[in-house]
């Protein structure tokens, strides 16, 4: 069965980083796009960032762009987002999902990992 | 892409039936003919769950009682007869475009 598994989050405070990892397993890693999609306490969804399935193309909400890096080890089937220049608002569990197999749009999900941006 | 759900809130009875509609600021029918509408189910402090997806297919293990329908910018899901385990909150979002947007959320309770 399909497992996606974040890892990397905690407590930082403003204007530092941190990376966030999601092991997969249960797919074909390297023929998947995957993205990242983050959830503020008590609010929506909010898209993060996408990266194709081999790398070729990485397109970035316009929240964090500039701030955040998407990337792929398709030798070890994670995917990672390197944050960056963190704020308050960048507080939220940030989940990993991805297609389907012949279908666009989170077929898929992580349980998530916690970020806490606080001085 | 912007996508509004209505209502924001469903007060529900079990075994009646529930309906969410969600209205697209643009067309979502993507370059290959499909439309990626789906809609998505949260229960308080578990991950999204996928539940329909291209407007009017239910995902694996997904029970019959949920249904999607609509083309173009007017989609809708409803659930025939609501059970307890249908609490949450509902989302609707477009993979049309692969910069994902997600409607605001409908919490439905009992």
């Known amino acids: 069965q399909v497992q996606l598994v974040e890892s990397g989050g905690g407590v930082v405070q403003p204007g530092e980083s941190l990376r966030l990892s999601c092991a997969a397993s249960?797919?074909?890693?390297?023929?998947?796009?995957m993205h990242w999609v983050r959830q503020a306490p008590g609010k929506g969804l909010e898209w993060v960032a996408v990266?194709?399935?081999?790398?070729?193309?990485?397109f970035y909400a316009d929240s964090v762009r500039g701030r955040f890096t998407i990337s792929r080890d398709n030798s070890k089937d994670t995917l990672y987002l390197q944050m960056n220049s963190l704020r308050a608002e960048d507080t939220a569990v940030y989940y990993c999902?991805?297609?389907?197999?012949?279908?666009?749009?989170?077929?898929?999900w992580g349980q998530g990992t916690l970020v806490t941006i606080s001085s | 892409i912007v996508l509004t759900q209505t209502p924001l809130s469903s007060p529900v009875t079990l075994g009646q039936p529930a309906s969410i509609s969600c209205k697209s600021t643009?067309?979502?029918?993507?370059?290959?003919?499909?439309?990626?509408l789906n809609w998505l189910h949260q229960r308080p402090g578990q991950p999204p769950r996928l539940l329909i997806y291209?407007?009017?297919n239910r995902f694996s293990g997904v029970p019959d009682r949920f249904s999607g329908s609509g083309a173009g910018t007017d989609f809708t899901l409803k659930i025939s007869r609501v059970e307890a385990e249908d609490v949450g909150v509902y989302y609707c979002?477009?993979?049309?475009?692969?910069?994902?947007?997600f409607g605001q959320g409908t919490k439905v309770e009992i």
């Open positions: 291209k407007i009017s």
């Open positions: 249960g797919i074909t890693f390297n023929t998947y796009t």
């Open positions: 643009q067309s979502l029918v993507h370059s290959d003919g499909n439309t990626y």
């Open positions: 990266i194709w399935f081999d790398g070729s193309a990485k």
């Open positions: 999902t991805t297609d389907g197999s012949d279908f666009y749009g989170g077929a898929y």
């Open positions: 979002m477009q993979a049309t475009q692969p910069t994902w947007t």
